[in-house]
């Protein structure tokens, strides 16, 4: 399962420094990051599909339960500073997948407010 070979991590402050929370496996939809006191506090994250490199997104919600502005990073890579995007301290939830998700699969996501089906749901 090609989720089980994704890295992700989030920092609270800029170039990967502060408070650190470490996901190892993909699949994660969190719906509240309250749930890890981490509401409105991302700024830094490095992701990675460790065996397959562009098959990992992650999609940061500005609002819990997969609501408000969104942003999404397609593919490895490292996110020093979240301001670059528009998007520094102001995630509520996420969505972490081992593979590429459409633009049309996330905005059902959205619409709906429920992940894909594949995944752990974490709630606050």
């Known amino acids: 399962m090609a ?17 650190r929370i470490v996901f190892r496996r993909g699949g994660v939809a969190v719906r ?3 749930a890890f006191r981490f509401n ?8 990675r599909n460790i065996v397959q490199s562009s098959q ?3 999609v940061l919600f ?4 997969f609501q408000g ?6 593919g490895s890579q490292n996110v020093a500073n ?8 102001v995630t509520s939830s996420f969505i972490l997948v081992g593979r590429d998700l459409t633009n049309a ?14 995944v752990l749901v974490i709630r606050q």
């Open 3 to 19: 989720n089980r070979d994704i890295r992700l991590t989030l920092w609270s402050g800029n170039n990967f420094t502060g408070r």
């Open 32 to 34: 509240d990051l309250g």
């Open 40 to 47: 409105n506090v991302l700024s830094s994250f490095r992701l």
């Open 56 to 58: 990992v997104t992650l």
């Open 62 to 65: 500005s609002r819990i339960n």
């Open 69 to 74: 502005s969104f942003r999404v990073f397609r």
């Open 82 to 89: 979240l301001s670059n995007f528009n998007f520094n301290n």
């Open 105 to 118: 699969q996330i905005a059902q996501i959205q619409s709906s407010g429920r992940p894909p089906q594949d």
